[in-house]
């Protein structure tokens, strides 16, 4: 429709106007004079990308400015490159003309690290999706950012490889998002997460410049792991456009049971005797009442309603009586701790169809009520039943449910916060809920996000989570690689 | 022309947490990989556009009428929220707010009435029985139309010599004993474009213990429609055929086109508002079969006839997540001897079709269609089969862009062959 109307820089509020001034380090009045190159703008970026590859009516505006979050800033273009040449020629018109860019993938993250609150460019990977290569021998796959996370997993399988991370979003994020955010899942329990896997990336850096880092040896120890750096940064330091990715061979045999615990209590202190057995499963889950509730609305699968939690347990690895063995071995230490019952999944479908209902259970919470704060604190696995206790304590203190569940085997817990947030007396509970659950994390020797990131949501509890001398040094990181500070403004540090 | 501007309720959007679940089964999205040609973002623009964040504009309206109503996100929403029947609500606000002429005529003048659709499509016999259609594959003359209309042209099924309308008996006997009384539910598209296909329906249901009850006067399920935003047409004509298969008695209504079906049954719930209907609409809905669900669902003779062929199955989105109905098709197939059944990649992935978007959404349409006609090809099969007119003329078309040997068929129609041998 009418493409050119759209005016590129039109500010949705004076406050968040001199927000993306300061970021720049310029004045209102010179913000003012750039919105007469506008339309030059467009053009720019069209000539990079090719006019398919730029987006500006406000129906696209209106779209690209939320993630799975509830925060939502409307961008004032969206740009859709095909190759790192045009993210490198897309960053240098941005930091000629000070504009900042916010990276994102498929848009689910949880943190709102992919929120454009200053506007500007939102520089959205999904078409770079090719898979480039997978070698076999080296047991590694170059793929660009845009790759769906589960299109690589099938990828790999289908030549008798295994890409482990599994973000319950697996269907629904990109390699590239992963990265960025360090994406976890319940197979990280046994796996590690999803840095564990990068080799090697390309990243197009704050001035335009395309940055190759890593490489196909497992081992590396020249110079600094700058790999290890951009994982997890959040689009702050550079633009992640491919990635080298480690693979394993993949486990031919998995067994998966659902374990039911009358008490919450018990389920949380059988994790860490099962870990303690000597076993390793691949995931170790947990879910409340509410959470069983929920799922069972969505999807019919006849879970169990009559319980305060479950226990999602997978063995998994290449030698099928050793997978069995290690199951007997789970299942009688449930049983010895108090299960009510342990049902083994008969075949593949049931397996399945109880790992697509945990990895729905974060958006069918919604059912609840309009408005949900999923949180990813993290603590030692030792402080998991005190952790679940307290929660729930929480959740009496301030009268508004609080979901548990998570990869309790590694100590990531997803608590989550159901409210409604048109009651603004809601929210300031909800605010005052989610400063105590960081506290909690804190105290028992946790963090604050265990896969999710910090975005803008965590930002307050930086300083309290890391000190002073920790944040000085990532900020001068930061100042060294986006000394315009024109990458994700405004994102991981505290005011 | 309405008093009053119904609009779609807060409980349609208001729960959507934008977890992006729905972008990963959706076909637009995953053609042009933008949240504008997302579900999530169609919920989005519409919750923006409903509360006054946006304008009504017709951007936003064109992007509602990019969905396909291939129904994958309203299956796959976690919280409830059906996207795209949110979708088509918001076309229908938008002809309320501003009527287009063309629709009325078409949707409201031509469609709904059966001897003008036969009028309508009579060139398309001509077409054919003159032996003009040969006339320009044998000189070539395709080549010359423009792209569109050269596929367009590619979809068009064998036309019989006279609409089935006037060829079917108003009653055709069970044969030997009646066991059900069954309306046969006359699709326009199905009886038109696929004319002997509904003929076999209506055989293999007399095979099979129903008496036949073809009432003349049905006029079309109300389905184009709907998805051009006109629900006040879609219930004149429920009323209409509700009316009409009340004086049929019968116990059952058969269809063989997924998209009358799925309308059919959704007459209850499009007339729950009406205190006049609501009661007549939800018996009506209920009587509702497709023809492969009735057959499951009663003694079934085994065909005797073997047919050696590799046959596929291409689920119509609007029989399998607006019916529920995909394993009835299936087993129907597979009780024919010889006939080797293989499972179709995505079997139930959207073709593209999606009523006219080959039409008004060509490259979409056919970037949907290539993947659809990718997977057909690993198949290697004979015969692919669907029971909706909408696929089955867009995946002829797709065979034959991609130069495949496979016939497109009705499953019923196989049955059919396996009967006769």
Same mark, same amino acid.
Do not use: A, I, M, N
């Given at each position: 429709m009418c493409h050119c109307e759209a005016v590129l820089f +039109? +500010?949705?509020s004076p406050l968040s106007q001199g927000i993306a001034s300061l970021a720049e380090g310029r004045s209102l009045a010179m913000t003012q004079t750039r919105e007469k190159m506008d339309k030059s703008i467009i053009a720019q970026l069209t000539t990079i990308t090719?006019?398919?590859g730029v987006l500006s009516t406000p129906e696209d505006l209106a779209v690209y400015g939320y993630d799975a979050t509830f925060e939502d800033h409307r961008p004032d273009v969206v740009v859709l490159p095909r190759t790192s040449e045009q993210v490198s020629q897309a960053l240098a018109l941005a930091a000629r003309e000070r504009i900042p860019l916010v990276t994102r993938g498929m848009g689910s993250g949880l943190a709102a690290a992919s929120v454009p609150f200053n506007g500007g460019i939102a520089l959205t990977m999904t078409r770079m999706n090719r898979i480039l290569e997978i070698d076999t021998v080296n047991a590694t796959a170059h793929v660009e950012a845009g790759v769906v996370t589960a299109d690589l997993q099938a990828a790999v399988e289908k030549l008798g490889l295994f890409y482990p991370p599994d973000p319950s979003s697996i269907r629904h994020s990109t390699i590239g998002g992963n990265i960025a955010c360090n994406a976890g899942g319940p197979r990280c329990l046994k796996y590690g997460v999803t840095g564990d896997y990068v080799l090697g990336l390309t990243v197009v850096l704050a001035d335009g410049r395309i940055l190759h880092t890593g490489g196909k040896c497992i081992k590396d120890v020249v110079g600094y792991d700058l790999k290890a750096l951009f994982t997890g940064s959040e689009g702050t330091l550079g633009v992640i456009t491919e990635a080298l990715l480690r693979l394993i061979a993949k486990p031919k045999f998995a067994r998966t049971a659902l374990v039911e615990f009358v008490r919450l209590d018990d389920a949380s202190r059988t994790v860490n005797v099962i870990l303690q057995a000597g076993v390793v499963p691949a995931t170790l889950e947990l879910m409340d009442e509410t959470a069983i509730a929920c799922i069972e609305a969505a999807l019919?699968?006849?879970?169990?309603?009559?319980?305060e939690a479950i226990l999602l347990i997978e063995a998994d690895g290449s030698d099928e009586a050793a997978v069995l063995r290690e199951m007997e071995a789970v299942t009688e230490t449930c049983r010895a701790r108090g299960a009510r019952q342990v049902k083994v999944a008969e075949d593949e479908t049931e397996r399945a169809s109880l790992w697509r209902a945990r990895r729905s259970l974060s958006p069918s919470l919604a059912r609840k009520a309009p408005n949900k704060l999923g949180e990813d604190i993290t603590v030692p696995r030792s402080a998991i039943p005190e952790t679940v206790r307290r929660l729930k304590a929480i959740s009496t203190k301030y009268e508004l449910p609080i979901v548990i569940y998570g990869h309790a085997g590694d100590g990531n817990l997803h608590p989550t916060i159901l409210f409604d947030k048109r009651d603004p007396e809601q929210s300031v509970r909800v605010e005052q809920m989610a400063a105590e659950e960081f506290a909690l994390a804190l105290e028992l020797g946790g963090t604050l996000s265990g896969e999710h990131g910090v975005g803008t949501l965590k930002r307050p509890y930086m300083q309290q989570a890391l000190g002073p001398l920790s944040l000085e040094v990532q900020k001068r990181v930061k100042q060294a690689l986006d000394p315009l500070n024109i990458l994700n403004p405004g994102k991981v540090f505290p005011e | 022309m309405q008093s009053e501007v119904s609009e779609p309720s807060e409980e349609q959007y208001l729960n959507c947490i934008r977890c992006g679940l729905c972008l990963a089964v959706c076909p637009t999205y995953r053609e042009y990989l933008t949240e504008t040609a997302s579900p999530r973002g169609r919920v989005a623009l519409a919750r923006k556009g409903l509360e006054g964040e946006? *304008?009504?504009s017709p951007n936003l309206a064109e992007q509602m009428y990019a969905?396909?109503?291939?129904l994958a996100c309203n299956e796959i929403c976690p919280v409830g929220i059906r996207p795209a029947d949110l979708a088509l609500n918001m076309r229908d606000l938008q002809e309320q707010r501003q009527l287009s002429g063309w629709k009325q005529t078409l949707f409201g003048g031509l469609i709904p009435k059966p001897g003008r659709m036969e009028a309508a499509t009579w060139p398309l016999r001509i077409y054919e029985e003159l032996g003009l259609r040969r006339l320009v594959y044998v000189l070539g003359l395709r080549r010359l139309l423009p792209h569109q209309l050269r596929d367009i042209e590619a979809m068009l099924p064998h036309m019989p010599q006279r609409p089935l309308r006037q060829a079917l008996p108003e009653i055709s006997e069970a044969n030997? *004993?009646?066991r059900y009384r069954v309306g046969f539910f006359l699709g326009c598209a199905q009886s038109l474009m696929f004319a002997e296909e509904s003929a076999a329906s209506v055989r293999v249901l007399t095979r099979n213990g129903c008496t036949v009850v073809t009432p003349k006067e049905t006029v079309c399920c109300g389905m184009p429609a709907l998805g051009y935003g006109r629900t006040d047409l879609v219930r004149e004509q429920a009323r209409f055929n509700i009316a009409l298969f009340e004086k049929a008695n019968v116990e059952t209504i058969v269809t063989d086109c997924a998209t009358c079906g799925s309308t059919l049954k959704d007459y209850g719930k499009l007339l729950a508002d009406d205190p006049n209907w609501a009661a007549r609409a939800a018996e009506f809905s209920k009587k509702v079969r497709d023809v492969s669900e009735l057959l499951m669902s009663i003694p079934f003779e085994k065909p005797q006839g073997r047919l050696e062929a590799r046959v596929t199955y291409h689920d119509p989105c609007h029989l399998r997540r607006g019916q529920g109905v995909w394993k009835q098709p299936r087993a129907l197939l597979q009780m024919i001897d010889g006939l080797e059944f293989v499972e179709l990649p995505e079997a139930d992935w959207c073709c593209g079709s999606a009523g006219s978007q080959l039409i008004t959404h060509y490259e979409t349409s056919l970037k949907v269609l290539e993947r659809k006609t990718e997977n057909l090809a690993s198949t290697k099969a004979d015969y692919l089969a669907s029971g909706c007119p909408g696929c089955q003329m867009q995946l002829i078309l797709g065979v034959r862009r991609q130069g495949l040997d496979v016939q497109v068929v009705h499953p019923i129609a196989l049955l059919d062959i396996a009967y006769k041998k």
């Open positions: +039109r +500010r949705s090719g006019k398919d019919h699968l006849g879970l169990p309603l009559d319980v | 946006l *304008e009504l969905c396909f109503d291939c030997g *004993e009646t």
